[in-house]
């Protein structure tokens, strides 16, 4: 199997992604639920588009032939900086046949187990149903250490709740997308979500002695406030604009955020994020390590692990050829002096 069978077996299962050439956005506007942006696709478009516009500048006098790909997160060495993002409810979005529960666990199966082998971590995801949540926690506890699960924006006690069992599971981390906020994936199971304060990022931050990710920050300010109130790390993140259309790309803000709490906390990044290239982008323009949601998602339906495995492996070898040319050692200490704006 390779990763053009792969990706023509994701096609012949998915309904709700038709598994472009370019994952790009043009071909799948509207389509929620499903891969697609919202409405016009103009922010799922701007997310691909921003990181389109910074070129990567060649040093290949520089010496550097073998680049260092780990990083560290929260006292643990990872074998690149790429992770998993949160993927929930694949029957719903991607719209492939079989019971639901039991296709969650088994997407949920191939992503973690394809980051555990990678050397690397997963983001599990949360919806409506009950079991989109437990599915993650059942990943975290037969691979403690790798599986971030991720709750979305409910009432504080709620979240708190699912927190302290991602902890109880063996979670490095523990996530919220608050970006979810008006997810319409969410208004059709009828689940209250909403926009949260810093006064509620610190109480959840209190609950659980793991750090706390807040996923869907998009400007300096509100990264500022989630540092302030003990988040340990933010997800630079517009839900790869599925939650508000016309929206900034994340590497728009992205270095703007960086200049406000790098240091401060971890900063995760995703949004566009296709090959090797654009993971060095994103630490470049600040990021500590970055978050691959469709590219994956995709694999794992159309491959399972071994699918996620070989995106993987690519991305791994594209990131260490993009170091290479670029003179860039590490992946802890890239500089933006690598990036050209057009």
Request: aromatic residues 4%; proline residues 5%; charged residues 20%.
């Amino acid at each position: 199997m390779d990763l053009n069978e792969v990706r023509q077996k994701a096609r012949e299962q998915m309904k709700g992604c038709h598994v472009c050439p370019e994952c790009n956005g043009k071909a799948c506007t509207g389509m929620i639920p499903g891969f697609g942006g919202l409405r016009t696709g103009r922010t799922f478009m701007r997310n691909m588009e921003a990181l389109q516009e910074y070129g990567l500048i060649m040093r290949s006098m520089s010496g550097v032939e073998d680049p260092d790909t780990t990083c560290e997160l929260f006292g643990h060495t990872l074998k690149m900086p790429v992770l998993l993002a949160p993927v929930g409810g694949i029957v719903l979005n991607a719209q492939v046949e079989g019971h639901p529960a039991t296709v969650e666990m088994e997407y949920d199966e191939a992503v973690t187990q394809a980051a555990a082998d990678a050397g690397t971590w997963c983001f599990t995801g949360d919806s409506g149903a009950p079991y989109m949540y437990t599915s993650g926690i059942a990943a975290c506890k037969k691979r403690p250490g790798s599986v971030i699960p991720t709750i979305k924006p409910r009432d504080d006690s709620e979240i708190i709740k699912k927190a302290i069992a991602a902890e109880q599971a063996g979670a490095p981390a523990v996530a919220c997308d608050i970006d979810a906020a008006t997810l319409i994936n969410m208004r059709i199971f009828g689940q209250p979500v909403g926009p949260k304060s810093a006064a509620s990022i610190a109480k959840i931050a209190a609950s659980v002695h793991i750090p706390f990710i807040v996923k869907g920050i998009m400007s300096p300010e509100e990264a500022a406030a989630c540092a302030a109130a003990g988040a340990k790390a933010i997800v630079v993140s517009n839900h790869g604009g599925r939650v508000l259309d016309g929206m900034a790309g994340t590497a728009d803000v992205l270095p703007e955020i960086a200049a406000a709490v790098k240091g401060k906390v971890t900063i995760f990044a995703d949004g566009g994020i296709r090959h090797g290239e654009d993971v060095l982008k994103m630490l470049a323009l600040g990021a500590d390590a970055v978050l691959l949601g469709r590219p994956a998602a995709i694999a794992a339906i159309g491959g399972g692990a071994e699918g996620v495995g070989m995106v993987l492996d690519t991305m791994e070898r594209e990131l260490k050829d993009a170091m290479m040319i670029t003179g860039t050692a590490d992946c802890r200490h890239v500089d933006p002096a690598i990036l050209k704006h057009f």
